[in-house]
C-alpha cells in the first residue's frame, strides 16, 4: 500500500517542484490502473480529477478523456457500491462530482452514479451518501451550463436534507449545499431544515430562505422566515439573515433590525449592521446619528474595527459629518485606522489626505490611497507613485522581512492609463530589478505587474532590464518579458526558464508522526490544531515554520464571516509571505475548522494561511487542506481583522487535543 506520506517522501527526494504539478494529462494513464486497487483507488480518483484541468497535451491522440475517466470512476465506484464495506467511495464520488464536463451526456451519467451512492443504504453516522452529496453539489454548481439534475435526485436529495437525527450533520449539510446549488429547495424542506439543529445546516437553509436556490417566489414569505432567524442563537445564522435582511427586507420593511443588530453581542454581526448601513434607508435621519456616534476616533489600545467601519460608512451616507474626523483618522496610531482613513478619504475625494496618506510608513495604507489618488490628481501624483515603487524590504517587529509586493503591484496597475515619463519609467526599471534580485518567489504577481507597466510606458532601450527575465526560474515572469520584448522588437521572443530546485529531503519518521500545535492568540485565547497527514509536504514546511517563530506576533489580516478568516503575512497582506513557494496537496475536504494554505495560482502558498468558518465545498481541490481545528473553534469564530497570534508551539506528540 502507497500511503500519501509515502509518495510525499519520494517526491521530496527526486522531483524539482515543476515535476510535482498534479494538472496534467499526461498523468491520466500512470493513475487509471490504481483505480483497480482498494489500496490506492481513492488517491487515484483525487489525481484523476486534478489531471484533467491540466491543458491539452500537444499531439495528443483524439480520445475522450473525460469519458474515459468518468467511466473508470464509474466502474471503479459501482464495484465498491456492491461490497459490504466500501473503500475508497468517498473520495470517487467527489472526483465525479468535480471533472470539468463539457458534455451533457457525460453531466447525467455522473449523475447517475452520484444518485446511486446517495441512496445507499447506511447503517450509522454519515457515509458515502454524504460525500455523495458532496459531489452532487458540485456538479450542479460547476456544472450548470449544461446539465441540470432530474427530480429523482433532487428527490433523494430532499430525502437527506431533512433527516435531522443526530450525527448525520455532514449528510444534511451536503444534501441542502446541493439543493441550493440545484436551485431547487422547496418550501416544505425549507421549512424543515430552518428548524434543524445543526446551526450550519440553519445558515444555509437561511442563505436559501434569503434567495440563493429556493423556489419561492413570495417575498413576504422569505422576509417572515428572514424574521425568524434574526434573533438565532448561533452567529453563523443571524449573520446571514442580516444580510438576507439587507437584500430582501429593507426595501420594503425599512432598517429597524439592522439598527437592532448594532447592538447584537457578536462583533462580526454588529459590524456587518454597520457597513450596511452606510447605504440603506437614506432618508432616515436616526441612522446619521447613530453612525456619527459610533464614529468616534478609535482607542489607541484594543478595538479599533467598530469605529473604523462606522467611519466609512459615515463617509458614504454623510460627507460633510465625515470631513470632520478624517484627519483624526488619518493621523491615527493604529496603521488599520489609517487604512481605513484611506478607504473614507476615496470616497470622499479628499486628494489632500489621500496625498499624505499615500506617504504613509504602513504599505497597507499605502495601497489603499493610491488608486483614487491617482484618479483625482493625474500626472500631478506621479511623485506619489515612484516613492510607491520605491518601497524597498525591510526589518519588522521580532525579526520579521516585510515585503513591499503588494504596494508595488497596485502602484504599477494604477499606472495603467498613465503617460510616458522618464521617472516613472525608471522607477517602474528600477523596483523591477530590485525585487528581482531578491530572488524571492512570492514576487511573481509583482514583478508580472511592472512588465506590463514598464511594457506600456518604457521603449525598446529598456530591454536590458526585460532580457535578463528570460531565463528567470519563474516561467510565467519570463513569459510576461518574452510577451514586451517581443512586442518592442517585432520578432518573437521565447522565455527559457532555469532549472527550478528540489524539494527539500523529509523523513518517514517527519512524516508519520502525528503532532497537535497551539495557537495562542494576544488577546489571551488559545487555538489547538492537529495537522494532517493528507497534506505531508505541507504538513512538515508548516510545523518547520512554527518551530523557527515564522509566525510569532503575524495577525489574521483577512476576515470574511462566514467564510475564511487569513493570516501569517509579515506584512498583513496577500501578497507578502514566506518566499519560497509551496506546492499544492489537494485532496482535503474545505469543512468548518479546517486549514488551508492561501495561493494566488497553482502551487504558489507563501505559508500564508486560512481557517474555513463554514463548510466551503468550492475550496475543494483548488487549495490544500493541511489541518483541523480540534480545539477552541469559539475562539477562531471570534478572531477579528487585526488580532494577533503571540506564538505557535509544537506540542508534544503525547499531548492531548484540549488537555
Known sequence: MIRSWAVALILSIAAPAAAAQPERRDLIAQQLPRLASRDTKGEAATALVLALRGRPQDGAPPIDLERAVLDALIAAGDLELSQPEPVGLQEIARAVGRIPYQRAEAFSAAEAFLRRVLVKPVSRGDGPD???????????????????LEQATIDALDVKARYTSPGYASRQRNALAALIAAQSVGRETLEVVLRAT??????????????????????????????????????????????????????TQGCQPVMEALRD??????????????????????????????????????????????????ARRDPERARISLLSFASHRTWQVRMYAARAAAILEDAEVLGRL??????????????????????????????????????????????????????????????????????????????????????????????????????????????????????????????????????????????????????????????????????????????????????????????AGYYDGLTFHRVVPNFVIQGGSPGANEYCGDCPFMRDELGGMHTRGTLGISTRGPDTGDAQIFINLIDNARLDYDYT?????????AVVDAIQEGDRMLRLEVLPATARCGG
Request: glycine residues 8%; neutral net charge.
Open 265 to 314: 453581542k457578536d462583533l462580526h454581526v454588529a459590524l456587518a449592521a454597520i457597513d450596511a448601513l452606510g447605504d440603506a434607508c437614506r432618508d432616515d435621519e436616526s441612522i446619521d446619528i447613530a453612525l456619527t456616534s459610533e464614529a468616534r476616533t478609535p482607542p489607541t489600545i484594543g478595538r479599533w474595527q467598530r469605529e473604523a467601519h462606522a467611519f466609512v460608512a459615515l
Open 625 to 633: 487542506m493541511f489541518a483541523e481545528v480540534c480545539s477552541g473553534m
Open 198 to 251: 445543526d446551526p450550519e445546516v440553519r445558515r444555509l437553509a437561511m442563505l436559501s430562505a434569503g434567495g440563493a436556490g429556493s423556489s419561492i417566489e413570495d417575498n413576504e414569505v422569505r422576509i417572515s422566515y428572514i424574521r425568524q432567524l434574526l434573533a438565532d442563537p448561533s452567529p453563523l445564522v443571524r449573520y446571514e439573515a442580516l444580510r438576507s435582511w439587507v437584500r430582501r427586507g429593507v426595501a
Open 130 to 148: 454524504a460525500f455523495a452529496a458532496r459531489g452532487l453539489e458540485s456538479l450542479a454548481r460547476l456544472g450548470r451550463k449544461i446539465g441540470k
Open 358 to 547: 499615500a506617504a504613509d510608513a504602513d504599505d497597507n495604507v499605502v495601497e489603499a490611497a493610491l488608486p483614487t489618488l491617482r484618479r483625482l490628481k493625474g500626472a500631478e501624483s506621479d511623485g506619489a507613485f515612484i516613492a510607491a515603487l520605491k518601497r524597498e524590504t525591510r526589518k519588522g517587529p521580532k525579526g520579521t522581512t516585510i515585503r513591499p509586493y503588494q504596494v508595488i503591484r497596485a502602484a504599477a496597475m494604477a499606472l495603467e492609463k498613465a503617460e510616458p515619463a522618464r521617472g516613472l519609467v525608471e522607477a517602474l526599471a528600477g523596483a523591477l530589478q530590485r525585487i528581482t534580485d531578491e530572488r524571492c518567489e512570492t514576487s511573481r504577481d509583482a514583478r508580472v505587474a511592472l512588465i506590463a507597466r514598464l511594457g506600456a510606458l518604457g521603449s525598446p532601450d529598456r530591454a536590458d532590464v526585460l532580457e535578463p527575465l528570460l531565463t528567470d526560474v519563474d516561467g510565467a515572469v519570463g513569459d510576461a518579458a518574452a510577451e514586451v520584448l517581443s512586442r518592442w522588437t517585432g520578432r518573437l521572443v521565447r522565455a527559457d526558464p532555469a532549472p527550478t530546485r528540489s524539494g527539500s529531503i523529509l523523513s518517514a519518521k517527519e512524516l508519520a508522526t502525528r503532532v497537535l500545535v497551539s495557537i495562542e492568540m494576544e488577546n489571551g485565547g488559545r487555538i489547538e490544531i492537529r495537522p494532517s497527514m493528507l497534506a505531508p509536504l505541507t504538513r512538515q514546511r508548516f510545523l518547520s515554520a512554527v518551530r
